[in-house]
């Protein structure tokens, strides 16, 4: 919700805004708003002509939210509801569910799991990244730093190193609900799915957000005390170490 009391971090640059004047703030929500309407109102106002309707401006101010039913898919203490949200809103609390409904583990990774009894730290850019060379590359060098194994999520193999040291383990997918109640850490790009995941399996997590909601996920979990960020251009081996060291204690 683009609210002035509390404002979404849309951008790691503005991750103090709600320290910011009231002012400045209504001047990047009207900044965002008129970009959103450079996109959007076209395609919209040419739909609407043809049904013989009116064009709108400010979309996403007035015509973003149902008339009927406003529904946030989180609970109030992650995003408590403010003064300027829609009066219709209701918050559902977090819709927890394993990708494609799968909730087993493959045996590979089962064998890895119980070869120790050292927690493993979790690392996954989302299932949808296929630009995460860097990510595990860090990812493996921090585990290297920490002595510490580490389980990397993705379904794109050629983003894995070559050749993972003992105690790394690769694997397509694993249903976040079964691997992160005995996970040390999850590392993770700031998905809202999976942060809520991490959430309640009182995970701690290292977030890189990167787009879309991601920067206002990873803020909130800061403010909470949950998780530390950084940013991509910061998430290197040794700065992954670092925060990861400040997390595990």
């Given at each position: 919700?683009?609210?002035?009391?509390?404002?979404?971090?849309?951008?790691?640059?503005?991750?103090?805004?709600?320290?910011?004047?009231?002012?400045?703030?209504?001047?990047?929500?009207?900044?965002?708003?008129?970009?959103?309407?450079?996109?959007?109102?076209?395609?919209?106002?040419?739909?609407?002509?043809?049904?013989?309707?009116?064009?709108?401006?400010?979309?996403?101010?007035?015509?973003?939210?149902?008339?009927?039913?406003?529904?946030?898919?989180?609970?109030?203490?992650?995003?408590?509801?403010?003064?300027?949200?829609?009066?219709?809103?209701?918050?559902?609390?977090?819709?927890?569910?394993?990708?494609?409904?799968?909730?087993?583990?493959?045996?590979?990774?089962?064998?890895?799991?119980?070869?120790?009894?050292?927690p493993p730290i979790v690392f996954t850019p989302g299932s949808a990244n296929t630009q995460a060379a860097n990510f595990f590359a860090s990812a493996v060098d921090a585990c290297r730093q920490l002595n510490h194994r580490g389980l990397l999520l993705t379904r794109f193999p050629d983003q894995i190193p070559d050749s993972l040291p003992i105690g790394i383990h690769h694997s397509t997918y694993a249903p976040l609900s079964k691997i992160l109640p005995h996970a040390a850490a999850l590392v993770h790009h700031g998905g809202i799915g999976t942060a809520a995941q991490a959430l309640r399996a009182a995970c701690p997590q290292l977030i890189m957000p990167m787009t879309f909601d991601q920067p206002d996920n990873a803020n909130r979990l800061y403010r909470l005390r949950v998780g530390r960020l950084l940013s991509p251009s910061s998430f290197t081996g040794p700065r992954v170490a670092k925060e990861l060291e400040i997390l595990l204690g």
């Open positions: 919700f683009m609210s002035q009391y509390e404002t979404p971090v849309l951008h790691p640059w503005f991750a103090t805004i709600n320290h910011w004047p009231a002012t400045f703030k209504r001047q990047i929500l009207r900044a965002s708003g008129w970009v959103s309407d450079r996109a959007l109102s076209p395609g919209a106002n040419t739909l609407r002509q043809t049904l013989g309707l009116p064009p709108v401006r400010h979309i996403v101010r007035d015509w973003w939210h149902s008339p009927a039913r406003v529904i946030g898919l989180f609970p109030d203490w992650y995003a408590p509801p403010q003064p300027d949200w829609p009066r219709n809103t209701t918050l559902t609390g977090f819709p927890l569910y394993d990708e494609q409904g799968i909730s087993t583990i493959e045996p590979d990774l089962k064998k890895f799991l119980s070869e120790s009894t050292e």
